[in-house]
């Protein structure tokens, strides 16, 4: 029981750093937009597309680790996607976030990886 609770509360915590990895990706991206003096389409894409993560993707993962983690993990799978396609693809492969992206899909993986040891 005890071996359980620990990997749950590791899914939790890397979840978190899921987080926070999608945090600083967003801040760059603000960061970027504020640096440039005319719109930035796809820099906005990929703003909206981190505000997802944060506000939609990573708390319901969180929530889902402890009563459905086959759910959670389902929500982690869905991180890849939406970088690709709304960082990187709409950047149409010249991202200046492609660091950052690389680094959220990674810790992702991991906490998908993590998760799927719960169910």
């Known amino acids: 029981m005890i071996y359980s609770a620990n990997r ?10 899921v987080g926070l990895r999608a945090t600083d990706a967003h801040n760059k991206v603000k960061e970027l937009l504020h640096q440039r003096a005319r719109e930035d389409r796809p820099l906005m894409i990929c703003s909206a597309h981190y505000a997802y993560i944060i506000s939609t993707i990573v708390p319901n993962a969180k929530r889902d ?7 959670a993990g389902k929500w982690m799978r869905l991180i890849p996607d ?11 492969g010249s991202s200046p976030l492609t660091d950052f992206n690389l ?4 810790v992702a993986a991991i906490a998908e990886a993590i998760i799927g040891q719960l169910g």
């Open 65 to 71: 680790a402890y009563t459905n983690p086959q759910a």
């Open 103 to 106: 680094g959220v899909e990674k």
């Open 8 to 17: 749950t509360r590791l899914a939790d915590v890397m979840i978190d750093v």
């Open 82 to 92: 939406t970088v690709e396609k709304g960082c990187e693809d709409a950047s149409r």
